[in-house]
T-cell receptor
């Protein structure tokens, strides 16, 4: 099956700093999503991005499908950005997502 | 709009007991999923249902059964709980096709002693 690797596993930032999270995957996919799990455990979908670039406020994501990686950018980080960020991929829109192990982000005031 | 509702939120079981985790969505989604989350492991798929009337095994199905009761509800049953099933269980749903992401429930924290 597909392997999903996320890096770094842990990241500590000062409030206001920028960061880049990376997701590598082992096979061609047609479905890639980024999620944020807040400190209370709730999982929120951030982006559906099997290819190309999207932006939503201070967050943006880029997927280069031909090179099998995706990047999540967080600019001007805030303490509310803390939590775990998951990348998940699937062969198609109809196959279940396979999740990476996540990047744990801590933003310190 | 409640989204995906999971019950219960917390549960403690003794080894060998059975229980059913309930999941319901009100978004008219056709696909539903059960994942478990263990420390350092990310989320792993237990079972999924691509549409009403169908269910399929995921990566870690042993010890579990599921029922897609109708389009709204997808339950997960532990017939004889084991300590290895101590985990946080998440239900998710999705409208397949197009740029539709997963919507997750708030999770059920299960401890088996």
């Amino acid at each position: 099956g597909i392997q999903v690797e996320q890096s770094p596993p842990d990241l500590i930032l000062q409030e206001g700093a920028n960061s880049t999270l990376r997701c590598n995957f082992s096979d061609s996919v047609n479905n890639l999503q980024w999620f944020h799990q807040n400190p209370w455990g709730q999982l929120i979908n951030l982006f559906y991005i099997p290819s190309g670039t999207k932006q939503n406020g201070r967050l943006s994501a880029t997927t280069v499908a031909t090179e099998r990686y995706s990047l999540l950018y967080i600019s001007s980080s805030q303490t509310t950005d803390s939590g775990v960020y998951f990348c998940a991929v699937g062969y198609s829109g109809n196959t279940p997502l396979v999740f990476g192990k996540g990047t744990r982000l801590s933003v310190i005031a | 709009n409640a989204g995906v509702t999971q019950t219960p939120k917390f549960q403690v079981l003794k080894t060998g007991q059975s229980m059913t985790l309930q999941c319901a969505q009100d978004m008219n989604h056709n696909s539903m999923y059960w994942y478990r989350q263990d420390p350092g492991m990310g989320l792993r798929l237990i079972y999924y249902s691509a549409s009403e009337g169908t269910t399929d095994k995921g990566e870690v199905p042993n010890g579990y059964n599921v029922s897609r009761l109708n389009k709204r509800e997808f339950s997960l049953r532990l017939e004889s709980a084991a300590p290895s099933q101590t985990s946080v269980y998440f239900c998710a749903s999705r409208l397949t096709g197009g740029e539709n992401g997963y919507t997750f429930g708030s999770g059920t924290r299960l401890t088996v002693v």
